[in-house]
């Protein structure tokens, strides 16, 4: 069977056993706020204002391994912050919004071993010098961040870089460095603008390995009651699993035909999504 990881994004300690028990691998607290306000304020995106403490109160109920910690950018508090998420007892520590290889010999020397480094590539700079990135002593996974990459390229739709070439430039040079990556999020199946079915036959053909659920796995509920009242969550994530499984079992051939079709339907939803100046990144 072909393994594949879902984080789960909360700092709610019922709903982080729950979501695990049901079937989510890792659960994701996200510390970042520099800059993301201004990046992201004006869209329908979900802005996370967890605290370190959060670290703190999950760390006693979950397994060794699940408790992933995205930070700030690199900053002058990068070393406490660094510091603060392992003490706490933070499995992983994820770099969002680098631009290039200074930032994250900077942040894995500050990790110095004591934890996994999770590298975030969703700038132009990070996709253009994975390469060197993927190099770096430390640096143990990568997940392709598709929302902030989209708008910095200037895309219509979230989607359009993992059809456009970009995306299969990064994943083949993380193939061929050996290391373990995720791309973006998905949507329970038979929701969200592109299906979730087509995704996951992306991920198979890709190599990726793991993904975000994203807010329609939990419509932003505060307590387990409210995501049993909206789903089964156990079925939702299985029902993720098995079309993961199906596309690992089809051919070259009709991951292939596959493709075409998700290119077509993400062609179709971005010429109907408002324009967005466009940044044209370097071809790797």
Do not use: W
Not at 97 to 111: H, I, L, N
Not at 230 to 240: G, H, I, P, S, T
């Amino acid at each position: 069977m072909s393994i594949f990881n879902f984080l789960f994004i909360t700092n709610n300690p019922e709903i982080a056993v729950f979501t695990l028990k049901q079937g989510a691998d890792r659960i994701f607290v996200d510390l970042e706020i520099l800059g993301k306000v201004e990046r992201q304020g004006h869209l329908n995106t979900v802005i996370s204002r967890h605290s370190p403490r959060d670290i703190s109160l999950l760390r006693p109920l979950l397994p060794y391994g699940a408790l992933l910690v995205r930070l700030n950018p690199v900053n002058p508090n990068t070393q406490n912050e660094v510091d603060d998420a392992i003490q706490r007892g933070a499995d992983v520590l994820m770099l969002p919004m680098f631009r290039g290889v200074e930032e994250v010999r900077t942040f894995c020397k500050a990790v110095n071993s004591r934890a996994k480094v999770c590298l975030l590539v969703e700038t132009v700079g990070a996709m253009e010098s994975l390469s060197e990135c993927v190099g770096v002593s430390g640096v143990d996974e990568v997940h392709i961040g598709l929302n902030d990459l989209h708008l910095e390229m200037g895309c219509r739709f979230m989607f359009e870089p993992l059809v456009s070439g970009h995306v299969e430039r990064m994943t083949a040079i993380l193939r061929g460095a050996g290391i373990p990556f995720g791309i973006g999020g998905l949507a329970r199946v038979g929701e969200g603008m592109l299906s979730a079915e087509m995704l996951m036959s992306e991920h198979a053909r890709l190599g990726s390995t793991c993904a975000i659920l994203s807010r329609t796995f939990h419509r932003q509920a505060a307590s387990v009651e409210e995501i049993q009242a909206e789903m089964n969550f156990a079925d939702e994530v299985q029902r993720l699993r098995m079309a993961y499984e199906a596309s690992c079992r089809s051919t070259t051939e009709e991951l292939k035909f596959q493709h075409e079709l998700v290119k077509a339907a993400i062609a179709d939803i971005a010429a109907k999504q408002p324009s967005r100046q466009q940044k044209e990144p370097r071809v790797l």
